[in-house]
């Protein structure tokens, strides 16, 4: 079914399904391409619209057939299911992950004593952008110490043995 969420109820209040259902054509693909990054968000988001009118979505296959059908045909065989950045930004939206990011990091920061660190690792560019506007934040303000200026990544022998740290990224910073 098309819920995403990671609880009972979605965090945001709507489930998938309501979004592919409801949202208009210029808002569903605002979503897909900001939380999702992918570049044939309007190509799909005219495609859900048009399939919504013929009788709403209900599950996860329906809309893997639109958005394999609104995508050119080499994308279809690229390296990435076609449907992924579409799932993950229709994820982040039902489970504001990117609200629970933040809400998560000034409750772990109001927590955190003098002298503190906080320590972040980030496994996609949404969520790293979102940790580096905060640390930036508590840094401006006088609040904190950056401890790297650019994120940490994976060394090539580190990709090596472990292949999922190859988009990992940690970030720090100290409380002043």
């Avoid at 990091?105 to 906080?118: E, F, T």
């Avoid at 980030?122 to 640390?135: C, P, Y």
């Avoid at 580190?158 to 292949?163: C, D, L, M, V, Y």
Wanted: net charge positive; no cysteine.
């Amino acid at each position: 079914p098309l819920n995403m969420s990671y609880g009972k109820r979605p965090r945001s209040g709507f489930t998938a399904a309501e979004i592919l259902n409801t949202w208009t054509e210029k808002v569903l693909a605002d979503a897909i391409f900001g939380y999702g990054e992918e570049r044939y968000a309007r190509r799909i988001a005219r495609a859900i619209v048009g399939r919504r009118e013929l009788a709403p979505f209900t599950s996860t296959i329906e809309l893997v057939e639109v958005i394999k059908d609104a995508v050119p045909p080499a994308y279809r065989r690229g390296r990435l299911h076609p449907a992924t950045r579409t799932f993950q930004a229709l994820r982040i939206a039902v489970n504001d992950e990117l609200g629970a990011i933040d809400q998560g990091l000034r409750a772990a920061w109001a927590a955190l004593r003098p002298g503190g660190r906080m320590v972040v690792i980030t496994f996609h560019s949404i969520e790293d952008r979102a940790v580096k506007r905060l640390f930036a934040e508590f840094a401006k303000s006088g609040e904190g110490s950056l401890l790297v200026k650019k994120p940490l990544i994976a060394s090539a022998a580190e990709i090596k043995k472990n292949p999922p740290s190859r988009s990992a990224k940690m970030r720090a910073i100290q409380k002043n």
